[in-house]
């Protein structure tokens, strides 16, 4: 009755419902369960895997089995804070590994109402007033949120296009930027890559930032960590592939950290830096660092 009858998004509300499960989130406080929030990578290897004994869903699906949900409000999108354990509206850092979702209270109602009674529910829900009316009140609480979260993510990607990239990066434009976890391509991003001939796949790594130096025929991708997401073997197959797909004559590549503490942290955990790269350091911004796997050439030892 709603227009959403994939077997994904049925599966998708089931994984949902799940109360009995504790949380997958390992700083959630005592006694958190599933429904109260998951990521969608949890949702997926949750229908993939627990619901059929199969893969997990391809997390970039999630436009065709979680969008459709959250657009009409019967998910909402959430986040862990950390510091507390609990859940707080909204997705206030684009990409963290702490948003998540959860089904809102007004869609359960309905799934667990009386025979006799939900369809009562239902038409009442879908009304179009009713629609906008959740989608109002989801969206002043979600601003509530990213007022509160220090967004981190946020600031250390624009000071890559604006500090980073018109200092080493002469002659390339902005093509796509992904400050937000809606709509991962806008239309005006569309228009953008469009031009340069270059369209994002479902399959393909979302890069933080993606640039074109047009005279050149090259892509530059930026990487802004604040909690993961270095241009790992992973990111640097995928947009390697993805430029030549592009007709391109080739890409560069950037992790970008806020600090030298945090870059140190996590190489020192991860060391996923890939060879043929470049790091750069917000709170050391006048250069920047090649990442190499190959010796030094004898006129140079």
């Known amino acids: 009755m709603i227009d959403r009858n994939t077997p994904d998004t049925i599966d998708v509300v089931f994984a949902l419902m799940d109360n009995h499960n504790s949380s997958w989130f390992p700083k959630a406080s005592n006694g958190t369960v599933f429904s109260d929030g998951a990521t969608t990578a949890h949702i997926g290897c949750h229908v993939g895997i627990l619901q059929r004994g199969k893969g997990k869903l391809d997390r970039e699906g999630r436009d065709y089995w979680l969008k459709p949900l959250w657009e009409i409000g019967a998910v909402e999108k959430v986040f862990l804070d950390t510091t507390t354990g609990s859940f707080l509206l909204g997705h206030p850092i684009a990409k963290s590994s702490n948003s998540a979702y959860r089904l809102s209270e007004s869609f359960v109602k309905i799934l667990k109402a009386p025979a006799n009674e939900w369809k009562e529910f239902l038409s009442t829900w879908v009304s179009e007033?009713?629609?906008?009316?959740?989608?109002?009140?989801?969206?002043?609480?979600?601003?509530?949120?990213?007022?509160?979260?220090?967004n981190k993510h946020e600031h250390l990607i624009q000071a890559t296009i604006a500090h980073y990239a018109p200092t080493f990066l002469h002659g390339y434009q902005v093509l796509y930027t992904d400050l937000t976890d809606g709509d991962r391509i806008t239309e005006a991003d569309k228009i953008c890559m469009a031009k340069a001939g270059v369209q994002i796949d479902l399959e393909d790594a979302m890069p933080d930032v993606l640039l074109w130096n047009e005279p050149g025929n090259r892509l530059w991708e930026i990487e802004a960590v604040t909690s993961d997401g270095e241009v790992d073997y992973h990111k640097f197959q995928q947009l390697t592939s993805l430029a030549q797909r592009s007709g391109m004559n080739g890409i560069g590549f950037t992790t970008a950290y806020r600090t030298w503490i945090e870059a140190a942290r996590r190489q020192a955990r991860f060391k996923n830096?890939?060879?043929?790269?470049?790091?750069?350091?917000?709170?050391?911004?006048?250069?920047?660092?090649?990442?190499?796997?190959?010796?030094?050439p004898d006129s140079q030892r």
């Open 129 to 150: 007033d009713a629609v906008r009316s959740r989608l109002k009140q989801q969206a002043f609480l979600a601003s509530q949120t990213a007022m509160e979260i220090d």
């Open 273 to 296: 830096i890939h060879p043929e790269t470049y790091i750069w350091i917000l709170e050391d911004p006048t250069k920047h660092f090649f990442v190499s796997a190959s010796p030094l």
